[in-house]
């Protein structure tokens, strides 16, 4: 199985007192990490109705949006209700299939194979340890060729140095798969 690995990590991110983590679902923050998603989609198919993903945190559900536009079946994890019925009601639209676990990264459920697990601006602020493990489960879910695209925090982020995330390096990241 060849998994490809899309990893980004933020350094120094200088945030305004208005950008905190919370305002994610708002999307006042976060924008930079489109690009990595937008790269990722190059990589697959223009429709892909049989494909499926897995997003760890949602936020509003911008990037589940474009999967479900293209015939994705997606799945995302999210502490918050909000996220799921803002993503679930946003999919009637496109007629889209869509599931939501409104669960921390230690209770996600994955189940059958994954061509696409995605995280920005998420998987930082869970617990280091759980996702760790969630990260080195994904391979047990991965069809061939899977494409693995996340986020992680470096140490001079603002988010790390505040205490309210965890920081890991880009080798960090690739000794886990």
Known sequence: ???????????????????????????????????????????????????????????PGNEEIDLVKKGWVVTSNGINPLSGSIITERVKIFHGRFAFQNVDFASIKLNGQYDYFFSFFA?????????????????????????????FFGPENDFVKKGVAFSMEHEEVIKLL
């Open 1 to 59: 199985m060849r998994i490809i690995i899309i990893c980004f990590c933020l350094i120094n991110s200088a945030l305004a007192e208005s950008n905190k983590w919370e305002n994610y679902i708002n999307q006042s923050v976060g924008a930079p990490l489109y690009y990595l998603h937008e790269s990722a989609l190059y990589l697959f198919p223009s429709q892909c109705p049989n494909c499926r993903a897995f997003s760890f945190g949602s936020g």
């Open 123 to 151: 998987l930082p602020f869970g617990d280091k340890k759980e996702v760790q493990k969630l990260v080195r489960h994904m391979s047990l879910y991965s069809k061939k060729d899977t494409l693995i695209a996340l986020n």
